[in-house]
């Protein structure tokens, strides 16, 4: 059980405090795969000078997930300050960081739906960190081609199709391009949108220099879920992170 206290130098609003304590929500949801609702939300009364605490009904993020990186806090201590530091004031990776949770926050109706929310967010990165212009995803895809074949375990032979698929995909469900025909089935959509997310979240990480501890974690867990636990429920036929 832990507690964490946030001193601002100049008195700030109730919504403003809980957007902070939303923000920190993130940083537990990134690093850990899942927020916690703390039991006392306490702020000073600036009239009175007392402590008071507010009632406030959490539910934005998702409960600890098997399908996000876990983390123990011995293992994140010496990148938790990194984090905390760009979170709060660099506006960059605040960006990348609330358009990522999406799929944290959002009870998806489809897998395609969870798809699109993960491939808008993959191409909000690379239009802020890739520094290629005009924004083109192809290029993108291929700038992170290292990052893909880390995490998803992609083969040489993968990717020859791998792009062009995931590009035919997001035309088909987020530009309605009905034309476009050998695109990922629903059950694919739902890793490739794991997949993406892992992505994402380790490129903000290295970008932050985090350790390469905290980076590992990231590419056992996205190997975990995007081949092992893909090819386990192949095999079963069945899907049981459909309800997660």
């Not at 074949?149 to 992609?154: T, Y």
């Not at 629903?186 to 990480?205: A, P, Q, T």
């Not at 867990?221 to 069945?238: A, C, E």
């Amino acid at each position: 059980k832990g507690a964490i206290k946030f001193t601002l130098d100049k008195p700030v609003a109730i919504l403003k405090a809980i957007e902070i304590y939303n923000q920190f929500q993130k940083v537990l949801q990134l690093l850990r795969g899942g927020s916690e609702k703390f039991s006392e939300f306490s702020f000073k009364c600036l009239s009175c000078n007392e402590w008071k605490e507010l009632y406030y009904n959490d539910k934005n993020l998702s409960k600890k997930t098997s399908t996000f990186v876990h983390t123990n806090y011995d293992e994140i201590t010496d990148d938790l300050n990194k984090v905390l530091e760009v979170v709060y004031n660099d506006n960059d990776f605040k960006f990348c960081l609330d358009r990522l949770m999406e799929n944290f926050i959002t009870n998806h109706s489809s897998h395609s739906k969870r798809f699109t929310n993960s491939i808008s967010a993959f191409e909000a990165y690379c239009k802020i960190y890739s520094g290629i212009n005009p924004p083109n995803l192809k290029k993108y895809i291929k700038h992170y081609e290292s990052a893909f074949k880390l995490i998803g375990k992609l083969t040489d032979e993968d990717w020859e199709t791998f792009p062009s698929k995931l590009i035919r995909s997001r035309n088909y469900h987020i530009h309605s391009d009905l034309k476009n025909k050998n695109i990922f089935t629903d059950f694919e959509l739902l890793y490739i949108s794991f997949l993406i997310d892992y992505v994402i979240g380790y490129l903000l990480l290295k970008n932050i220099d985090a350790s390469n501890l905290l980076l590992d974690k990231f590419i056992m867990h996205g190997n975990s879920v995007y081949v092992d636990m893909k090819r386990t429920n192949q095999i079963l036929g069945t899907n049981p992170l459909e309800d997660d």
